[in-house]
């Protein structure tokens, strides 16, 4: 619980609610260019949620991911507003900064290594699977949005389209969140120290 209570003290950080609400920002640029599928929508928002994550920790990021989803409504709304797709936002910001927070190595004492990405890779994938394919899935269903489909079909359409998009978001983090940290690191100085 220790993570959730040393997030929460990011808050009380000024500089953390600034950088936190331009990755939002950021988020919302993003998910302009959104590519929808019918099926799936294509977008590479989750990188800004990652780096809130990996930089201020699971209650920070939480909270990211739920103003992501009522932000990217009021900007762009697309139908009637479903709470059910805040709350899996929220997840998903929880999941980043659940694997990825004050992970500096052990090794190095650096804070993107080797083990920091595969933390990420982990954190990526475990979003695919959970969010993407299960929750995601589900909530269309629910709401009726893939009614003429199968839910086999949609699986299917669901799993090929992550499949084919998970390299490319594994090279886009490594590339993104390298680059973030080293522009935290230029401004502000190193990060925490390793847990």
Not at 14 to 38: D, Q, Y
Request: with cysteine; aromatic share 10%.
């Amino acid at each position: 619980m220790k993570i959730f209570r040393w997030s929460i003290e990011e808050m009380k950080n000024l500089r953390a609610v600034i950088v936190t609400g331009l990755l939002i920002a950021v988020s919302m640029v993003i998910e302009s260019f959104t590519i929808n599928l019918g099926f799936a929508k294509i977008n590479f928002a989750f990188l800004a949620i990652a780096a809130i994550g990996m930089l201020y920790g699971p209650s920070v990021s939480l909270l990211a991911g739920a103003m992501c989803d009522i932000l990217g409504y009021m900007v762009a709304p697309d139908g009637a507003f479903f709470p059910l797709y805040t709350v899996i936002g929220a997840v998903q910001g929880l999941i980043y900064g659940l694997i990825a927070y004050r992970r500096l190595s052990q090794k190095t004492g650096r804070a993107f290594d080797v083990e920091m990405m595969v933390r990420l890779v982990i954190a990526r994938v475990v979003d695919v699977v959970f969010i993407n394919l299960i929750c995601n899935t589900a909530a269309n269903f629910h709401y009726g949005f893939l009614r003429d489909k199968t839910l086999g079909a949609a699986i299917a359409a669901r799993v090929v389209k992550n499949l084919l998009e998970l390299p490319v978001d594994i090279i886009l983090i490594a590339a993104v969140l390298t680059a973030v940290l080293k522009a935290y690191e230029a401004v502000f100085g190193k990060p925490q120290k390793a847990v």
